[in-house]
């Protein structure tokens, strides 16, 4: 196939993340990480949210989509391309990531792979939840652990969104859920959460955001959340659990951990 002599570079790996205009450097970092951990592997980002990438702009740093960055890597020539879906959940935003991959397959010669989200595999999701429900556990503190959600009730998804909170309400008793725009938003069931959180004796409330970065809707929704709280009990925000001034997930260990598996796991498919 002529058009193949064209593709002489081995491979690359495309982050593929949503992007936040305030918490961006937090994306490059992980770029960096995984540069280092695979040396000699050519890195690219993506950003998914056109918002995000106009207010970058305006800011004088340009991103691109991860269809513009598939079309500048296939236009490089790269025979293997692993894209890494940085998603907490398996929901719209992987979703997208998964369709643009399978468009770029229908007419490229190079071999592409996409890692699943985050929490997409039970025994890790298990473990990472465990460990970060330990870590910030109070004895005399109720955790509320606040997803963002899905606005979709049909997608495949929903279930690792459901199974984190399960998992999580039944791990301890004061342990409570809720979402921000997704499936039981806060603003629809906080009455709700309020009196069981009374009928069970609770006095303070930890607030714990599931959210990889801390950007706008930890600066607005969490604060609005807190101040919501703060009128029936003692509240807080979660502490930082790394060297970062405000608590996010993208910055753990275990995050990065299943990060890098998810990428080593797809490098294992193509031959590397």
Request: hydrophobic share 40%; glycine share 6%.
């Amino acid at each position: 196939m002529k058009r193949y002599r064209h593709y002489k570079k081995d491979k690359a790996i495309v982050l593929s993340v949503f992007g936040s205009v305030i918490e961006q450097d937090k994306y490059e970092k992980l770029k960096a990480h995984i540069a280092s951990v695979f040396e000699g592997v050519d890195l690219f980002l993506a950003i998914g949210s056109r918002m995000v990438l106009k207010a970058l702009l305006k800011e004088g740093i340009t991103c691109k989509t991860l269809a513009q960055t598939l079309a500048d890597v296939d236009m490089l020539g790269y025979k293997n391309v692993i894209v890494a879906s940085i998603n907490l959940f398996p929901t719209c935003e992987h979703e997208l990531v998964h369709k643009t991959v399978e468009g770029f397959k229908k007419f490229s010669p190079a071999q592409f792979r996409t890692t699943p989200a985050i929490f997409s595999k039970a025994k890790e999701t298990t473990l990472f939840l465990k460990s970060l429900d330990e870590a910030l556990y109070k004895e005399d503190t109720a955790n509320l652990y606040i997803i963002h959600g899905s606005p979709k009730l049909e997608l495949g998804g929903l279930e690792s969104i459901s199974y984190s909170a399960k998992f999580l309400e039944q791990k301890r008793p004061n342990n409570y859920t809720c979402s921000l725009e997704g499936m039981f938003p806060f603003a629809a069931i906080h009455e709700e959460l309020i009196a069981k959180m009374k009928q069970n004796g609770v006095l303070k409330v930890q607030i714990i955001p599931l959210l990889l970065v801390s950007g706008n809707h930890y600066i607005n929704d969490m604060a609005e959340i807190q101040e919501h709280l703060s009128e029936h009990f003692e509240t807080s925000l979660a502490p930082s659990l790394n060297h970062d001034e405000k608590f996010n997930l993208l910055g753990l260990s275990q995050t990065l951990d299943i990060i890098e598996n998810h990428i080593k796991e797809e490098m294992i498919k193509i031959g590397h």
